[in-house]
């Protein structure tokens, strides 16, 4: 499912988790627009990224929807305030892409199953292929790592917990991750490097 998706196929696509990489998280979850607060420098470097020519895809659990503790109106509106923030700096986000499932449904979409992604591939007409995605968990990187995107870890959110998971399982195929404080560090590299 998405929202607020726009083909902009000619520019270079990052995919972001959005809880713990641009907005504060909650092990109860983000569940109203009055919970949910940017993490500093984090719509800035959304926005230098969207101007450094890059395209901007959220891809983003929220199984709290189908747990009952928020609804659809809910999430649309807080990432309307997310959009908006965005685009009163000239930045531009081509979708969000969620899955409102819970683990027990066993869909396609819930990461680290990969299906967000094909659905941003489809919406954008890009493949995902060596593009960044930047998360702060696991299932983020290896959602990503299906689709042979380029994994980078943030501290933010439980980036500093799986930071921990991966210097414990030093022979995990993400223990040599690309890690960064947070998405203004990260953005800082993408467009020293790629842009």
Known sequence: MSSAASPLASRRLVILDRDGVINEDSDNYIKSLAEWQPIPGSIDAIVRLSKAG?????ATNQ???NRGLFDLDELE???ARFTDLVMDQGGEIAGIFYCPHTPEENCNCRKPKSGLIDAIERALCVSAKHVPIIGDTLRDLEAGVKKRCVPI???TGKGER??????????HPLADVAVFDNLAAAADYLIAHHA
Do not use: C, N, W, Y
Request: proline share 4%; hydrophobic share 45%; glycine share 4%.
């Open 54 to 58: 890059f395209t901007i895809a959220v």
């Open 63 to 65: 199984s709290g929807i």
């Open 77 to 79: 509106a807080m990432h």
């Open 153 to 155: 870890l943030v501290k």
């Open 162 to 171: 799986t930071l921990q998971k991966l210097r414990d399982e030093p022979q």
